[in-house]
Every structure is written in C-alpha cells, then in structure tokens.
C-alpha cells in the first residue's frame, strides 16, 4: 500500500508488537507502523474499530501507540531510534465490559 520514494542505505530496528522491524533513520513510529503492512495503531474504546494514522502531523490522534512502555503517545510526532519499543493500543476494556463478564 506504501512504498518509499527514496531508499537508505542506513536502517534502524526497532520493534513493533515483538517483531523487529528495519526502518530508516528519520521515520517517524507512524510511517514505521504504515510500511509494516499493518497500518492499525489502535482500536477505539467504542466500538472496538481498527485506526490507523490519518493526518501524520499531530492533529487527529488515530495514530496513539504505546513506546517503550509509554501508552497513548502520537506516533506521527515521534522519531524512530535503535531499539524503540512500539505496541499497538488495544481497546480498553470498558466499565461496561467487565460489568458484563
């Protein structure tokens, strides 16, 4: 779905949900988690539905991730650098979630 338009001879690794990852140097965890395959970032607390980043400068907030062990960090507005942790955000679980179980 992406691709570069320009390659670098440098790459950095980080991992995204456990797998290591080669990125280039400059990226941002949005564009790291876009050329991963896949896109999702997080799901809402609603319904549950995927989102990925959207507006790739701060504005939309579709693009939370948790890094290195921080939760709810935009991953458009963040640099990658060697060994960055990165986790999709699952859906929280709701009140009326537990209430249910």
Known sequence: MFRRL???SST???TLDGVALKVAP???VAAAVLASGNPACRQTP???SDRAPFCMMGACFD???EIDGVPNRQ????EVREGMQVRRQ???TLVADRLAS
Not at 75 to 78: E, G, K, S
Request: proline residues 5%.
């Open 75 to 78: 991953a458009c507005l963040v």
């Open 6 to 8: 320009h390659t670098s």
């Open 63 to 65: 693009c939370l991730v």
């Open 12 to 14: 950095l690794t980080i």
């Open 90 to 92: 699952a859906r929280p």
């Open 46 to 48: 609603v319904t549950g």
């Open 26 to 28: 400059g990226d941002s």
